[in-house]
């Protein structure tokens, strides 16, 4: 974790980091395809299975939480 703003933003000492970008022809790093299987948070190659990150999800601030409506239906499986 940086300490510092000015170790916060190198993106040349973070080398090569691929995403999936909506509306733009995505090659799989893995296979070259371009077929892909987009989830909420992710991309997967339909053919290789090999995953990318959306660029749009990495734009959000702070981690994805997931509500779960029917916290409690489960106390009744036992």
């Known amino acids: 974790m940086p300490s510092t703003s000015s170790e916060a933003w190198r993106p ?3 080398g090569y980091h691929a ?3 909506e509306h733009e022809t ?7 395809r371009t077929h892909w299987l987009i989830g909420r948070v992710s ?12 660029a749009e999800a990495s734009m959000r601030n702070g ?4 509500q779960h409506k029917n916290r409690h239906l489960h106390d ?3």
Do not use: K, M, Q
């Open 43 to 54: 991309a997967e190659c339909a053919f290789c299975n090999t995953a990318l990150p959306l």
């Open 76 to 78: 009744w499986a036992a």
């Open 12 to 14: 040349f000492e973070r």
């Open 26 to 32: 995505n090659h799989c790093p893995g296979c070259g």
């Open 19 to 21: 995403v999936y970008r």
């Open 63 to 66: 981690p994805v939480e997931i």
